[in-house]
């Protein structure tokens, strides 16, 4: 008989019949518990039950088996064994119990572990193009005289790209700028040729005095090669106000041209000609690589080509409702990418969108 059977017999049926043989039984019991907790492995439930179920655990049938029929003079002996028995079984549960629970934190913590002292996954931070690079370089040159940046649509009406430029149909300037025309709901539109018209638009809005300058993407009719796009970067200003004489046109262009150059740099102004400015002018500065003297930038003229520029043709103001009698102002209007290439020596246009990140490593 196992010892577990014994349990569903009584003493007298086992054969007990003095104190020393029923602490005996119970030692043997005692042992067979001790070995069943090493035996188990992880079953703590099974185990618990086995042995502390209230039918049928170990402990009930001795308690039924073994001290509720025993006899008057081994009764207290039987309880203070049972008492004892039932004390350990508990205690080696319990503790049973937290190893496991203990184990199994463990194992949690070591599954979502994270250790902080690997190092941290490193997302290279981007750098400004030089086209933005430029955009900002200009921006705050102009924003340090008084004047303020404005934005407006790439698509574009005829009228405010054209007509209120000055520029009527069949106007031979519209041979380069008439392209990329949108059939839309609201009538003709197009990309706009430059950022004029949102000039058009803020002198429409607001009465003088007027200090901008609008920049943003342009396109035109043009073969791609390596100084033409069919899309440029502008940046176009605008000063109106009842006394703009030449005089606040020349100095302007000057002090922006010994900011972005540097102090040495030398400014020239040759006759020129826009629909929307009269007089026009181109600006030229002083070579930026031979300082005047010739080299084969300038094609040995000691001249750089920076921007044409003018004041703004009266015509233009019957257009948004200005007094051409009291009014007068200059205008200007630069290629970005073309100041970008000269300032960081880029020979080629197209590099500039092409977004190769050996040439965008170069300008940190
Ligand atoms: C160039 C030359 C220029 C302007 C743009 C302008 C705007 C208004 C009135 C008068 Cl609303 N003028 N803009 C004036 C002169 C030259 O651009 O070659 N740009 C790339």
Request: hydrophobic share 35%; glycine share 8%; charged share 25%.
């Amino acid at each position: 008989m196992t010892t577990a059977d014994s349990a569903k017999q009584t003493l007298a049926q086992l054969g007990v019949d003095s104190p020393e043989k029923v602490s005996s039984l119970f030692g043997g019991m005692r042992g067979f518990f001790d070995s069943a907790v090493s035996a188990s492995e992880a079953d703590w439930k099974a185990l618990r039950d086995s042995w502390l179920g209230r039918k049928s655990g170990v402990l009930s049938l001795v308690t039924d088996n073994w001290l509720k029929p025993a006899s008057p003079e081994l009764k207290r002996v039987v309880g203070q064994e049972l008492n004892k028995l039932k004390a350990h079984v508990e205690a080696v549960l319990e503790q049973k119990r937290l190893e496991i629970e203990a184990a199994a934190e463990r194992a949690a913590q070591a599954r979502e572990h994270i250790d902080l002292s690997l190092p941290g996954v490193e997302r290279p931070l981007g750098t400004r193009h030089i086209i933005r690079q430029t955009y900002e370089e200009l921006e705050r040159i102009f924003l340090s005289i008084g004047f303020s940046v404005v934005q407006g649509p790439e698509i574009e009406s005829p009228y405010y790209n054209f007509e209120a430029l000055n520029i009527p149909e069949h106007h031979p300037a519209r041979d380069n700028m008439d392209t990329f025309y949108i059939e839309g709901t609201r009538g003709r539109r197009l990309l706009r040729t430059h950022t004029s018209p949102m000039q058009i638009r803020t002198m429409e809005k607001q009465p003088p005095p007027v200090r901008i300058i609008v920049p943003g993407k342009v396109y035109r009719r043009d073969n791609p090669d390596a100084t033409h796009s069919y899309m440029f970067h502008q940046i176009e200003g605008l000063a109106v106000d009842t006394d703009i004489t030449f005089c606040d046109f020349k100095g302007t262009v000057e002090y922006f041209v010994r900011e972005f150059l540097g102090p040495k740099a030398k400014t020239r102004l040759r006759p020129s000609y826009f629909p929307f400015t009269e007089p026009s002018a181109e600006v030229d500065a002083t070579c930026h690589v031979c300082g005047g003297s010739g080299c084969r930038v300038c094609k040995f003229s000691g001249w750089i080509e920076l921007f044409g520029a003018g004041m703004v043709d009266p015509a233009v103001y019957g257009f948004v409702k200005y007094d051409a009698e009291k009014l007068s102002g200059f205008a200007f209007g630069m290629g970005v990418d073309r100041l970008a290439m000269m300032k960081y020596g880029v020979s080629e246009l197209p590099v500039l969108c092409q977004n190769d990140v050996r040439f965008l490593r170069q300008f940190p």
